[in-house]
């Protein structure tokens, strides 16, 4: 009984079968190339693990249902998705027999972050202390709905390149229409930080690199005390 119970969960919830590879240590991607073909990437070159699915089928749903989980359809008029799930994860799947041998996915593990929510909160706050018009806040659960009671109606993203752009369409064609009286406004930011993400900076940091001029000096500073005390920052 306690079997079937697990096989009906890992049907229905989450990632059902990866889940466990995608909570192991270290682990930075799962891939399945089809039932039975399961691999993790843990930075050192692909891995098989012992893990499978019944048959295709079983990984056909498991793919509609995370995509279905990104907001997006996955069948046969739509047969692959490339998209960010809710936790952070990048997730691509292609349905069989577009692929082969079956249907094929991935799961791209979000870095853990190096700043907690309230230091992220701490250090913008810091950062505009001297502007009063800017607050700093902070909400769980739709965007729209946050806006709706600030009684706002106007979101502000940033595009950085063309890159950014598919994924921020795509979540303003949802706001809008979850929130038809919502308008979104992209701003470019100026030409000398087009090419500056979180992640590149990170790495830079960590593998020794100057991020002074690229962030403000105390996201600077903030980065030395987690160094310091010896908290790996990548």
């Keep these: 009984m306690l079997a079937v ?3 009906l969960r890992h049907d229905v919830v989450g990632a059902g079968p990866l ?3 995608l909570r192991q240590d270290g682990v930075t991607d799962v891939l399945v190339n089809g039932a039975d073909q399961v691999w ?6 692909l891995e098989r693990t012992g893990i499978g699915f019944p048959d295709d089928q079983a990984v056909r ?3 509609q249902r995370l995509a279905a989980a990104g907001g997006r359809r996955l ?3 739509s047969p692959y998705v490339d998209l960010r799930l809710p936790d952070g994860s990048r997730f691509h799947a292609v349905l069989a027999p577009l692929s082969r041998p079956g249907t094929v996915l991935s799961l791209r593990v979000p870095r853990r972050r190096v700043f907690t929510m309230e230091e992220r909160v ?3 706050r810091h950062v505009f202390k001297a502007r009063p018009n800017v607050e700093v806040d902070t909400f769980d659960g739709l965007l729209v709905d946050y806006v709706a009671r600030r009684r706002a109606d106007v979101i502000v993203r940033g ?10 369409f795509q979540m303003a064609l949802m706001n809008r229409r979850l929130g038809p009286h919502i308008e979104t406004v992209f701003m470019m930011p100026a030409e000398q930080y087009t090419y500056i993400s979180s992640r590149l900076i990170k790495e ?12 403000p000096e105390v996201v600077e500073s903030r980065l030395r005390d987690k160094q310091r005390g010896n908290v790996h920052v990548s």
């Design 5 to 7: 119970y697990e096989a």
């Design 19 to 21: 889940e466990p590879l």
């Design 40 to 45: 993790i990437d843990r930075g050192a070159g």
């Design 61 to 63: 749903r498991l793919a």
């Design 75 to 77: 069948d046969d008029a």
């Design 122 to 124: 701490d250090i913008v």
């Design 159 to 168: 595009l950085r390149a063309l890159s950014d752009f598919e994924t921020e």
């Design 204 to 215: 830079v940091f960590s593998l020794g690199g100057q991020v002074r001029g690229l962030v």
